[in-house]
Every structure is written in structure tokens, then in C-alpha cells.
């Protein structure tokens, strides 16, 4: 009974993966290997297990697709927990994992009781997000002399950033010629500094919202079985809660192997899991492109990048990285259909003319492993709807997105957006938008502080020479359809 | 499918650009190829940068301002005179599009006329050492040749490795990318 596979990367030109110590989980009844810092979903993949759940109604097998706690496909009993998202969950010595079938598991049948200790906390600015929005933001509030609260729903702090490992483009000011996963470090460390002024609740999920109180429910979950049932009241907020990834209508699309971009960079890149040997990527903007890279990095061999348009959507530069390694790049072609038995084995993708019709005769089958979506993002503005922010649907920043002042307040007074919930954009962008964010949250409720106010003005400045690029003409036009003036 | 169409940024770049990548001939067009003369005397960074996008990390880490960029979105130009051939913006650049061609360098160390020696930001594994062979591509994967390595600079700083090829002058603009032989 050996089963021996081991998906980890040991040897990579750019990351060095700390493993810390080594334990052992069990996944229905059979023994598995993991790292202390791994979440039971990366523990699972290094294994050579991609399918996690079934559908409700067909039973279909489903694997994880997003690995950053936004999709269900990872849902998971564990420890005799319903529905517990496997990929934000850290593993522990001796977890119990197993399969849930649809709708039949709701009650837990746990093997230690439950506990929910419920505690009622106020701050200046409650921020939701820890990425490079949400850090930014809290900084400048806390640099004020503001109480502090961040909230993220992963055990770590830094959001997408510490999955980039390509040097970001941009400015000194935005750390431009740095890797993501560095500014993260970065970021965090800053945080760090202001430890007296800034509390972290990581595993934390904002669950509710309470309007006239302007009290925020968040559930943290300490260990497994062990909650935090937190009423947070802030004076302000900030809402940092990202994107996430899109899907593609395709059938064979809910496939095992089949998951966002971004979703097979957490595994590449935060845990060193080869979440595919011979993947498909669909989408050749810069997600897809700076994937494919990234998966060269990790040794993995992309069998085709493909994409519906004529024309790439990335920076050349980044695409040319993969046209000279001799990656194929296939534009004008989009996907059939995935098949496979249990798991995706292979995909037809066709050519499109110009008015995006299929070429007849243009089908071509590609064997592959897996099949990573790189075609957007879309705005994470649950709580910012829950909260009462007017939304509108603006297709050039993502999606649903909330109206907001130049200085990036939601139409719900002392309610701030910044990120990628605000716009899909890019970190150094959401960055500038957290120093904003942060800084009006403090200066909106009494706060005076002449360098976060110099602070503002210079991001909002740099933002504007960012957007000037006409890389960035669409999402210019598109923001002018939800400002609004404060 | 909202974000099919990107007509307004269409960029200087793409307009000239017919290949789908870079070609030499694009860059001379945009005066991203010194003149001959320029190139007997000095090391002259090849920036296959050709879009209007907002990064300056070559500017910024060019210790003599060789490197001109009046603003973030600004493509960037050389002053190939008062570039040193000191390498650091092939090292910085995010998009890795920054080889450099030295043939002054190769004249005085292998006292000939017809070899370049290019250094090439590299990020893949295995990385090369000093003597290995290597086969070099140009930018559309196209086989050029076999050429040794004569260095390979590692600054902890980028992390991006360069590995300085030895290679016939005439693929001194050609040569983007290397794969170890086996």
C-alpha cells in the first residue's frame, strides 16, 4: 500500500519553499503526507488528489477552483466538520478528511465538541482584505493613530501578492521592478510595525452586516472546532476583498483539473505543488501568459496557450517571454469541449474566424492534465452590497463594482472600497487605492495627519499618470461611470 | 464578453508590430538598434520595450540616466554614449526584454572581429555555468545555433540570472533566448 506520488517542487529558479514540519493526515482512511504551512487542499494535490467534492444533483466529480476560499469545489468534511473550505484550512497532525456526497452531510458529527466564544470589539477603520489594498490601507490608518482591525479569510496575510513571483512593472513608489512575493513581505512587515495599532484576524470571514448599527459579524475560525464569533464596530471601513476568477461556459468545464490561472499559481507558487504536468491555458492576456511562464518555472510543460482574440490583451513583453521559449500560442482558438473519466484528459479547442465563428473542419483534440482559465476577473462586492453601497454593472472595471468619490468612499457614508473590488486592475494600482482608502478613513472620522494626507494626494496623483498609459483608456472610461462626488 | 474588443488601446506598439513579437526590423524602426558606429564602440542595451505602459525600473536603476523616460508611460530611449555596459537594466527589467551586446568587450578578449558577446536576463532551470553549450533562439523560438557561456551574473537583488553568451556577430540582435544543451 504505497501510494508514493509527490506533486511538491524542491528546485526553483526564483522561490525557496519552506516546508516546515512534516505531518500526516488521513483522506479517506489513507494516510497522507503534508507539511505543517500547507492548507489540507495543497496537501491533498501533492498527493495526486484533484477531485474533492461531488455535485449537489448529478454527482459529478468537482476539484477546487479558485484555492483562495472564494468557490465552494473544495468543500470537504474534516474532522467531522461540514463544509469546511479545504484550501484556506491549514492542515494539523492527525485531520480526518473526507468526501462530501451533495446535500447529505449538513450536520457536523464532530469528534471533539464546538466551541464559539462571542466577542464584541470596536476600532476606527475595520478593513476587510489583506492584500496589497488592504495592507496599504491599514498603514496609513494606522500611521494616523487609528485602532486598527484586518480581517482576511486566509491564514496569511498578503492576498494574491505571494503568489507573483514575476518583478512588477510600475514605479518606485509602487515597488516597480520588485516581485510580489517580496512587496508582500514587504507589506506585512510594515504592518508589523504598527502592531499596537493594528489587530489581525486571519481565518476570518465577514459573514453580516448589521446597517443601523454599523456593526460587522465575522466568523474566525482559531483551529477546527474553535471559533470566534467576532461584532466588530467601526467607525469606518475599508473593503478589500478582491476578485475573483471567472469561469468559462464549456462543456466538461467543472472537470477535476480544470481551475482558475490564479488558482494553479497558489499551488505553484505558495505551496511549490505542480498542479498539472501538461496543462492547457485558456486566455492569452497577462494572466495567461505570466502563467504559462511561471509554470516553465515550476517545470511544467504547457502544452498551448489559447486565446478567442486575434491579438494578445498582455503587455508584449510578457508575452514575448513565452513566444521565445516556444510555448504555443494559439490565437483565434477556443475550446469545445474537456473530457476525461473523472478528471479532465484532453480538451478540442477549434479556430474562430473574424466574427468569432468556428472554422469548420479546425477541431484539433489536445492531450492534457489539466486546464487553467485565464479569461478575468470579477469584482468581490458581496459585502459592499450587503453594507448598502449603491452598485453598478460596468463591464470595463470587471463587473459589479460600487460607486465611489474621488477619494474612493461608497456611497454608505465612512465606507471605503480599494482593489481589485473597486477595479480589476493590478496590485500597484490597488496599493495606491488602499493609501487612499486608508488614509480618507481616518481623515473622514477626526483624524489629522499631514503626511497621510501628502500621502493621498500623491496616490491619487500617481494613479492618474498610471491610468494615463493607453494600456489603461478602457478602465479610465469605465471609472467614469461610477464616480461620484463626496 | 464585454472586454472582447480593446480598440481604444491600441497601442504604438502593436500598430507596428506584424509578427505577433518583436522583430529586429521593428526595432530599428523605433531606433532601438544603434547605428554601426555606435556599436564599435560601445556595450548598447537592445530594449524590446515597445509599448507605452507604465514601468520604469530600467530608468530607475541606470546609474548614468542612459536610460531616458520623462514619464511612467514614456517607452524608454538610450543614450547609447553614456551607456557603461554595467548590465543592470537587463537585470531590473520586469518584462525581461533587455539583452545587452557588448562587441567591444569581444574584440579585446577574443582579439576578433566577428563575435558579440550578449548577455541574456534568464529565469528557468537548470541555470548554466561558465563553459556549458547552450542553444540560442531568437525571438519567435527560431533555432539560431550552439554558443558557449563566458559568465553568468547572479545578483540576489533581481534574481534574475544573466548569462553571457558568446555568439557570431551577425546574431549579436537575434540572440533572446537560451536553453541549456544536453
Avoid at chain 2, 80 to 92: H, K, S, V
Amino acid at each position: 500500500m504505497s501510494q508514493e506520488i509527490d506533486k511538491r517542487i524542491y528546485e526553483h529558479p526564483i522561490l525557496k519553499f519552506e516546508r516546515r514540519r512534516p505531518v500526516y493526515i488521513l483522506f479517506e482512511d489513507k494516510r497522507i503526507k503534508a507539511y505543517e504551512n500547507e492548507t489540507v487542499a495543497a496537501a491533498l494535490y501533492a498527493a495526486g488528489v484533484i477531485q474533492f467534492s461531488y455535485s449537489a444533483k448529478y454527482h459529478r466529480p468537482r476539484g477546487p477552483f479558485c484555492m483562495i476560499g472564494k468557490c465552494s469545489q473544495c468543500l470537504m468534511r474534516v474532522n467531522g466538520v461540514p463544509h469546511v473550505r479545504t484550501c484556506i484550512t491549514p492542515v494539523e497532525d492527525g485531520m480526518t478528511v473526507e468526501f462530501e456526497h451533495g446535500h447529505d452531510a449538513e450536520l457536523p458529527t464532530p469528534k471533539q465538541p464546538i466551541h464559539v466564544e462571542k466577542k464584541n470589539i470596536e476600532y476606527d477603520v475595520v478593513i476587510i482584505g489583506s492584500g496589497p489594498a488592504g495592507l496599504s490601507a491599514a498603514i496609513q490608518a494606522a500611521r494616523a493613530g487609528a485602532k486598527v482591525a484586518v480581517l482576511d479569510q486566509s491564514p496569511v496575510l498578503g492576498g494574491q501578492l505571494i503568489k507573483q513571483t514575476h518583478k512588477f512593472f510600475g514605479t518606485k513608489e509602487s515597488f516597480a521592478g520588485t516581485r510580489g512575493v517580496d512587496i508582500a513581505k514587504m507589506l506585512v512587515d510594515e504592518v508589523k510595525d504598527y502592531d499596537e495599532n493594528i489587530d489581525i484576524y486571519p481565518s476570518t470571514q465577514a459573514i453580516g452586516y448589521f446597517r443601523r448599527e454599523k456593526v460587522l459579524v465575522a466568523f474566525q475560525t482559531k483551529s477546527l472546532g474553535k471559533y470566534n464569533l467576532l461584532n466588530l464596530k467601526g467607525k469606518s471601513y475599508v473593503i478589500a476583498t478582491g476578485a475573483m476568477e471567472r469561469s468559462l461556459v464549456f462543456p466538461g468545464n467543472d472537470l477535476p483539473g480544470v481551475m482558475g490561472a490564479g488558482a494553479a499559481q497558489t499551488l505553484m507558487n505558495v505551496f511549490g505543488i505542480r498542479p498539472a504536468e501538461e496543462p492547457l491555458i485558456i486566455g492569452a492576456g497577462n494572466v495567461g501568459v505570466i502563467i504559462a511562464y511561471q509554470a516553465a518555472q515550476a517545470g511544467i510543460k504547457v502544452k498551448a496557450v489559447i486565446d478567442i482574440l486575434p491579438k494578445t490583451a498582455a503587455y508584449l513583453v510578457h508575452a514575448a517571454k513565452i513566444r521565445r521559449m516556444g510555448i504555443p500560442i494559439l490565437m483565434r482558438h477556443t475550446v469545445q469541449e474537456a473530457y476525461g473519466n473523472g478528471k479532465v484528459e484532453g480538451a478540442t479547442v477549434y479556430e474562430v474566424d473574424d466574427k468569432f465563428r468556428k472554422v469548420p473542419g479546425s477541431e484539433k483534440n489536445i492531450e492534457i492534465d489539466g486546464i487553467w482559465l485565464a479569461v478575468g476577473l470579477t469584482p468581490s462586492v458581496e459585502v459592499l452590497d450587503l453594507m448598502g453601497a449603491q452598485i453598478k454593472f460596468v463591464p470595463e472595471l470587471g463587473g459589479y463594482v460600487p460607486l465611489r468619490t474621488p477619494f474612493l468612499e461608497t456611497t454608505v457614508s465612512n465606507v471605503f472600497v480599494a482593489g481589485d473590488a473597486s477595479c480589476i486592475e493590478e496590485a500597484s494600482t490597488a496599493m495606491m487605492e488602499g493609501k487612499i482608502a486608508g488614509a480618507s478613513a481616518v481623515l473622514n472620522i477626526g483624524f489629522k495627519n499631514d503626511k497621510v494626507e501628502k500621502e493621498r494626494k500623491n496616490a491619487v496623483e500617481w494613479l492618474d499618470m498610471f491610468r494615463s498609459s493607453p494600456h489603461y483608456a478602457r478602465i479610465k472610461q469605465g471609472l467614469q461611470k461610477v464616480l461620484v462626488q463626496g | 464578453m464585454g472586454d472582447v474588443k480593446r480598440k481604444d488601446s491600441k497601442v504604438e506598439g502593436q500598430k507596428i508590430i506584424e509578427a505577433g513579437y518583436v522583430t529586429v526590423n521593428d526595432l530599428k524602426k523605433v531606433g532601438n538598434i544603434p547605428s554601426d558606429e555606435i556599436v564599435e564602440r560601445y556595450a548598447v542595451p537592445i530594449i524590446d520595450c515597445l509599448e507605452e505602459i507604465p514601468c520604469t525600473p530600467c530608468h530607475d536603476v541606470c546609474p548614468t540616466g542612459a536610460i531616458v523616460m520623462p514619464t511612467m508611460n514614456d517607452r524608454p530611449r538610450v543614450k547609447w554614449e553614456a551607456c557603461t555596459g554595467c548590465t543592470l537594466c537587463a537585470q531590473a527589467c520586469p518584462g525581461l526584454a533587455i539583452t545587452i551586446v557588448n562587441i567591444p568587450f569581444a574584440k579585446k578578449m577574443f582579439k576578433r572581429d566577428d563575435l558579440a558577446l550578449v548577455s541574456i536576463p534568464y529565469e528557468m532551470l537548470p541555470i548554466p555555468k561558465k563553459g556549458d553549450k547552450v542553444i540560442v533562439y531568437n525571438r519567435g523560438h527560431e533555432l539560431l545555433g550552439e554558443a558557449e557561456v563566458f559568465s553568468v551574473i547572479k545578483s540576489p537583488k533581481f534574481g534574475t540570472v544573466l548569462v553571457n553568451i558568446v555568439v557570431p556577430r551577425k546574431w549579436a540582435y537575434e540572440a533572446k533566448y537560451i536553453e541549456l544543451k544536453r
